[in-house]
């Protein structure tokens, strides 16, 4: 039988069910490079095929009716993303920094999508997980939620460097620029996080974190 998964639009994806291909046996097209905001597709653009980030990271958004940017999700290496049911894209996917991303074509080859399967369940799960953070009312919420969500993603390191810069952040959690600056100065001042740099965390107290995103 086949395997249905609804995306956080309401719709129902079918998922082939297992056979003898794997997802690391789908057949994908050499590395292609991306600069720093180079469009890897546009809104409105035929859809048709799935892309994996070999190195770098993704961001996808949409233009709200207000003009407002509004990042949906970010992607680093070996994340799939553009995968949809759609004939075409409802969302742009821009480089962030010097990027490589891999592609392949969605075909009838129920194989293919049986393949992709945990990488549908991924990108299902991260859009539920993001709507809870942008509807937390603390813009400190908000934010340290999304340092334990890249923590998580580096690993559960404590230490990391942000891929992208504040501006992404603010778009990505629903805020301003200036508010994310003065929760990421609250969250130091507190004594749970220190400040490297631009884009460089250190968490120094993540249960403290953790509590304020419960």
């Not at 010097?98 to 991924?122: M, N, R």
Request: glycine share 10%.
């Amino acid at each position: 039988m086949h395997t249905s998964v609804m995306t956080s639009s309401g719709r129902r994806l079918i998922v082939a069910p297992t056979g003898p291909r794997t997802q690391g046996e789908v057949e994908a097209r050499p590395t292609s490079s991306f600069v720093d905001g180079e469009s890897i597709y546009h809104s409105g653009e035929r859809a048709g095929r799935a892309y994996r980030v070999e190195f770098g990271a993704v961001r996808v958004y949409r233009v709200l009716a207000n003009g407002r940017r509004q990042i949906l999700a970010f992607h680093f290496g070996g994340n799939w993303f553009g995968l949809q049911n759609e004939d075409r894209h409802r969302s742009t996917a821009e480089a962030i920094g010097i990027t490589g991303v891999k592609s392949i074509t969605l075909t009838e080859d129920l194989h293919t999508w049986q393949g992709l399967l945990p990488a549908v369940l991924e990108s299902f799960l991260s859009a539920q997980e993001h709507q809870l953070v942008i509807g937390r009312q603390s813009a400190v919420e908000r934010v340290a939620a999304f340092l334990v969500e890249m923590s998580d993603r580096s690993g559960h390191s404590h230490r990391f460097e942000l891929f992208m810069p504040r501006v992404d952040v603010a778009d990505y959690l629903g805020l301003t620029i200036e508010t994310v600056s003065r929760s990421l100065t609250k969250l130091k001042n507190k004594g749970v996080i220190r400040l490297h740099g631009a884009r460089g965390i250190e968490i120094v107290d993540y249960r403290a974190l953790q509590n304020l995103c419960l």
